[in-house]
């Protein structure tokens, strides 16, 4: 069974920096192309920032030079490291995986940007 399970949402000042986890499990993980989503309130869920199997990355307009994700495959995670947060990075942070024509969510971490 897939199992996508996120960690090390809270909350932060405007300025400040959190490391979100995705830690997977069912044997799936080296293969599959993992991102992680984010939804404020009242809006659609977004893209934020994909990496590949290879390695190779992607990153939302909104976020680039700011957050960086990486995978450690023989850990089966995924992180998303958030640096100078903004208020607009408030939302539930999502982790998502795509593998073999099939996609796995996680349950959501809230992270809020607030002083």
């Known amino acids: 069974q897939v199992q996508l399970v996120e960690s090390g949402g809270g909350l932060v000042q405007p300025g400040g920096s959190l490391r979100l986890s995705c830690a997977a499990s069912g044997g799936f993980f080296t293969s599959a192309t993992v991102d992680w989503y984010r939804q404020a309130p009242g809006k659609q869920r977004d893209l934020v920032a994909t990496?590949?199997?290879?390695?190779?990355?992607d990153y939302a307009d909104s976020v680039k030079g700011r957050f960086t994700i990486s995978r450690d495959n023989g850990k089966t995670t995924a992180s998303l490291q958030m640096n100078s947060l903004k208020p607009e990075d408030t939302a539930v942070y999502y982790c998502?995986?795509?593998?073999?024509?099939?996609?796995?969510w996680g349950q959501g971490t809230q992270v809020t940007v607030s002083s």
């Open positions: 998502h995986a795509k593998v073999w024509g099939l996609e796995y």
């Open positions: 990496i590949r199997p290879g390695g190779m990355t």
